[in-house]
C-alpha cells in the first residue's frame, strides 16, 4: 500500500466496503440454519415449539369463533355439507399449526434454491473488490502540500459516506436474517387463524409476508450480481485532468454506483411487492 496518507485513506475505505460486500455474498449462500453455527435457529424452534401450544389454543378459539359467525344456528351445521367443510377447515388448520416449522423451512429452501439459481447462472462466485487506481495513486503522490489540503477534504468526506454505506448495507442483509426468524418463531399464532373463515386473511397476510421475505433475499443476490458487474468495469482515472479533478470524478462515480447498490438492497421489500404482487 502507498504511504501517501490521502491515498491509505481510500484504500481504508474501500478495504471496509469489499468487506461488507464479501461478508453479504457468504450470508446470501448460508441458510437461516446455519447463520452463527446454527445456535440462533436452535433457540427459535424452541421458541416456536412452545408457542406451539398457545397456536392450538387460538386454534380452537378461531374455530369456534368462525363458527358462529358463518353459521346461522346450529342446525345448519348439522348439514353435511356445512359440517364437512367447518371441520375439513379445522383440520387443515391444525395441520398447519403443528407442521408450520416444516412450511416454513420449505419455503426457505425455495428462497436459497432462487438465490443459488440465479448466482451460478451470473457465473459470478464473489464481490468483485473496488481498488484505487494506479494512475490515480500516482497523481495523488506527486501533489504538494497546498495541492494536497482539498484532496484530504474531498477523500475524508468521501470515505465518510462509503464507510456510512457498507454498515447500511450490511445492516439491511442481517435484517433479512432476523426477520425470517421472527416469521418462523411465531408462526403458529397467526397460522391458527385459518381455523376461522373470518379470520384466514391473517394467515393468508402472514405467508405472504414471509414469502416475501425469503424473495427479498433473490432481490439482494440479483442487486450484488449486476453491482459486480459494474465493479468489472470500474471507472477509469481521468489522467488528464488534475489530482483533485481526478479524484472528484473517480470516487464520486464509485460512491454513485454504491448508492445504487445500497438503495436497491434497501428497497428489496418493494421490490418483491412489485415484481411478484406479494
Known amino acids: 500500500m502507498s504511504d501517501n496518507w490521502i491515498v491509505q485513506n481510500i484504500s ?12 453479504i455474498w457468504i450470508l446470501l449462500s448460508m441458510p437461516p440454519q446455519e447463520f452463527r453455527n446454527g445456535d440462533i435457529w436452535r433457540i427459535i424452534c424452541t421458541v416456536h ?34 359440517a364437512l367443510r367447518v371441520f375439513l377447515r379445522f383440520a387443515l388448520a391444525k395441520a398447519a399449526v403443528t ?16 438465490i443459488s439459481s440465479m448466482i451460478d447462472a451470473s457465473g459470478i462466485s464473489g464481490a ?7 494512475e490515480l495513486a500516482t497523481a495523488i503522490e506527486s501533489c504538494g502540500f497546498l495541492e494536497s489540503v482539498p484532496l484530504w477534504a ?13 454498515f447500511s448495507l450490511i445492516l439491511n442483509v442481517y435484517g433479512r436474517f432476523f426477520r425470517i426468524y421472527l416469521y418462523v418463531a411465531a408462526a403458529p399464532l397467526p397460522l391458527a387463524a385459518f381455523a376461522g373463515e373470518p379470520t384466514q386473511n ?34 477509469a482515472a481521468d489522467s488528464s485532468a488534475s489530482p483533485a479533478a481526478m479524484v472528484w470524478s473517480w470516487y464520486g462515480e464509485t ?24
Open 12 to 23: 481504508r475505505a474501500l478495504q471496509m466496503w469489499n468487506e461488507k460486500l464479501s461478508e
Open 49 to 82: 415449539s412452545v408457542l406451539q401450544a398457545l397456536g392450538y389454543a387460538l386454534l380452537v378459539l378461531f374455530f369456534t369463533a368462525g363458527v358462529l359467525k358463518t353459521c346461522g344456528s346450529f342446525a345448519e351445521l348439522k348439514r353435511p355439507e356445512t
Open 99 to 114: 407442521y408450520g416449522m416444516e412450511l416454513m423451512t420449505s419455503m426457505i429452501r425455495i428462497g436459497q434454491g432462487i
Open 128 to 134: 468483485v473488490p473496488y481498488e484505487v487506481p494506479l
Open 154 to 166: 474531498v477523500t475524508l468526506i468521501g470515505s465518510l459516506i462509503v464507510w456510512i454505506l457498507s
Open 202 to 235: 391473517i394467515g393468508v397476510s402472514f405467508i405472504r409476508s414471509f414469502a416475501g421475505v425469503c424473495l427479498e433475499g433473490a432481490v439482494t443476490a440479483l442487486a450484488c450480481v449486476i453491482f459486480s458487474a459494474f465493479a468489472a468495469a470500474a471507472p
Open 255 to 278: 460512491i454513485f454506483n454504491m448508492l445504487i447498490l445500497t438503495g436497491t438492497v434497501r428497497m428489496a421489500d418493494r421490490a418483491v411487492r412489485e415484481i411478484t404482487g406479494i
